[in-house]
């Protein structure tokens, strides 16, 4: 059983910064994939960012160039570093990881950006 643990949620002005961090239970060199997704009320949880165990990652377009999803192997955690945010990034951000075929997702961490 691979647990995932999101922190780093909370109030944001327009135009502001933050970063979650996703804290896996276990060495993240076997997790294939780790993501974020975001879901708002009414809406399918849609995807935001990627990055593969080999370092590979790849963002949504609505994110692309405000966003980055560094690892720190050492610490088994997955960030999520977004910049420039918009009202409409206000979600629920989930953190999830690929571990030899099986799905696991963490909680979800509120975001809400607002003035």
């Known amino acids: 059983q691979v647990r995932l643990v999101e922190s780093g949620g909370g109030l944001v002005q327009p135009g502001g910064s933050l970063r979650l961090s996703c804290a896996a239970s276990v060495s993240i060199f076997i997790v294939n994939v780790m993501s974020w997704f975001r879901q708002t009320p009414g809406k399918k949880r849609e995807f935001v960012a990627t990055i593969t165990s080999s370092g590979t990652s790849n963002y949504a377009d609505s994110v692309k160039g405000r966003c980055t999803i560094p690892r720190d192997n050492a610490k088994n955690t997955v960030y999520m570093q977004m910049d420039s945010l918009k009202l409409e990034d206000t979600a629920v951000y989930y953190c999830?990881?690929?571990?030899?075929?099986?799905?696991?997702w963490g909680q979800g961490t509120q975001v809400t950006v607002s003035s």
């Open positions: 999830y990881g690929r571990v030899s075929g099986e799905s696991y």
